[in-house]
């Protein structure tokens, strides 16, 4: 009789990009949407139109090691390996978000903000250093949560910072429990509020989650905030993803246990990216004479309309500068 092995797999962690563009409806967010079109909703989307995720190549050839899979989803990876395979308590396993569609920069929040290329030649070490800013660095070990018990949701970003003076537009920050996103840049930025209770919404990706730089001694030039590219972050990285097995200030952000064995239910992450809120500007479209406009900014979606009259195409969004400074973005309708 032949021999009959069977090798039973266990999803280690899954990575779920969700993009509030494509999900809200109009002015309702999509976590507030009855839960039968939430799921209506996601069998409909699908990153894989203008995001790519996939391991650094250091990550491949590890879970190649453990015999683990790695599978691009609709929503966005999912790893998985045996049920009976010992991964070590340290590990930390890296993944790349690279773009697709240059519209991802019309109708997503900071993407105002470029992402540069610093080469620099540091004499101290004989050596040089590349950077690139503006990159977020979402992690299991610093991402924040929502709910409580089965209803817990567990994000990479971290926690939404309080207003700095140097913050930009379309920066999100949290006053009390308020949540609140800059309409202009500042000094002196105007606001308008996203919830009266930042727990009710989920953790966006905002500009806390791009990490401050500790250049080495004697490098100069080198930007505040990003990260360090090597030959396993290219130049075209949007963001980097960083997970390590075990998180001991929060367990639930684990995908191993104490012996190294995946949990039975390995954990989903999830990033959130916010869709851009612009002043809608209402044009004649024989004359090109501006009409009216909307008072607030009104959120851009791909479903439902957050306005009375005609939504903006997801197209180009304008800002509007004193000098360098940006002091309102627009949508221009011509209707």
């Known amino acids: 009789m032949a021999e009959r092995i069977v090798s039973g797999y266990k999803r280690l962690f899954e990575i779920r990009l969700l993009h509030h563009y494509w999900l809200d409806e109009g002015a309702t967010v999509f976590d507030l949407l009855p839960a039968a079109r939430r ?23 590890t879970l190649d090691g453990f015999h683990g899979v790695c599978k691009d989803t609709a929503l966005g990876l999912v790893v998985a390996v045996p049920t009976d395979a010992l991964l070590p308590t340290d590990a930390v396993f890296e993944f790349l978000v690279t773009l697709r569609s240059s519209a991802f920069f019309n109708y997503t929040a900071l993407t105002l903000r470029p992402q540069n290329i610093y080469e620099l030649y540091n004499t101290a070490d004989n050596k040089t250093y590349r950077y690139n800013d503006n990159v977020p660095l979402l992690s299991n070990s610093t991402g924040a949560s929502r709910g409580t018990a089965a209803n817990k949701s567990l994000y990479l970003s971290k926690e939404i910072p309080a207003l700095a003076s140097d913050d930009q537009v379309e920066s999100l920050f949290q006053t009390g429990n308020v949540l609140l996103q800059l309409t202009g840049d500042q000094p002196g930025a105007a606001t308008q509020q996203l919830a009266a209770s930042a727990s009710d919404l989920p953790v966006f990706v905002h500009q806390g989650d791009v990490p401050a730089i500790t250049p080495p001694a004697g490098l100069a030039g080198v930007p505040p905030r990003g990260i360090l590219l090597s030959d396993q972050i290219a130049d075209d990285v949007f963001a980097v993803i960083r997970l390590s097995a075990i998180r001991s200030d929060n367990d639930d952000f684990s995908f191993v246990d104490a012996n190294g064995r995946a949990k039975t239910n390995g954990p989903v992450f999830q990033i959130r990216f916010k869709n851009r809120s612009t002043v809608w500007q209402y044009f004649n479209k024989g004359s090109g004479v501006m009409e009216s406009a909307e008072a607030q900014p009104l959120p851009l979606t791909y479903f439902g309309n ?4 005609q ?25």
């Not at 799921?39 to 050839?61: C, E, G, M, N, Q």
């Not at 957050?306 to 009259?309: M, N, S, V």
């Not at 940006?326 to 949508?331: A, D, E, F, G, M």
């Open 39 to 61: 799921d209506t909703r996601l069998l409909s989307y699908d990153i894989r139109s203008f995001l790519a995720i996939h391991p650094t190549a250091a990550v491949a050839k």
């Open 311 to 335: 939504k903006p195409s997801e197209g180009l969004v304008k800002a509007v500068k004193q000098g360098a400074k940006v002091t309102q973005l627009i949508s221009e309708v011509y209707v």
């Open 306 to 309: 957050a306005g009375t009259k």
